[in-house]
């Protein structure tokens, strides 16, 4: 089966600074409470995730995840109410880049 | 300056079979009437560059491009009238999932 596939993200001066990695790491911050179990779910490392995390928060105008302290990699994680409308939104601009493509299915036809 | 990026390319069964790089392959044989000049633009082998020709004709209900027979790297390349056609109707999908993005602008002014 044919079908459309897009991938979208926000740059700064060449730097991505937000997309669907960012993305699917705060789901899994929100789902685990925790960023070592995140990161490893991602199979990222921790060092990564927690770059990821100080990244994110830097680019936006509150934070979006907010790190307890703990032990080593202890602490739990927390996305915030201004990540949570962030993820949202994105999700939005992405159904609507979806729903685009689905009205395109004519294209699709001359391929074979 | 913060943006949008986006990318957005057909699939078959998990193989790309049109996109971006077709397409500038594409622009480029229209432009120079040869495969070889089209790939070494591209900075790509004429090898890979016909490879890709062969893919999409492989994939299209018409040829996009037609090779006319020539020396080893010789003869010319030409852009079907399908070809053409899929290439303005990719480029105007392009431009939908651009103004979806240009009105999204708010969710910029979210991040920094």
Known sequence: MKEFRFKCWVEE????????????LLRLIEKEGSLS???????MSYKK???????????SEDPLVILKKG?????GAQVTAH?????AEFQSIQDE??????????FLQKLK
Do not use: C, T, Y
């Open 71 to 75: 032990g080593s990699h202890g602490g």
């Open 97 to 106: 880049l979806k729903k685009v493509l689905e009205s395109q299915q004519d």
């Open 49 to 59: 995730a927690w770059d990821m995390v100080k990244r994110l928060n830097e680019h």
């Open 37 to 43: 179990k995140a990161a490893d779910k991602m199979k």
């Open 83 to 87: 990540g949570i409308r962030v993820m």
């Open 13 to 24: 001066d060449g730097e991505k600074i937000f997309g669907p990695g960012p993305v699917e």
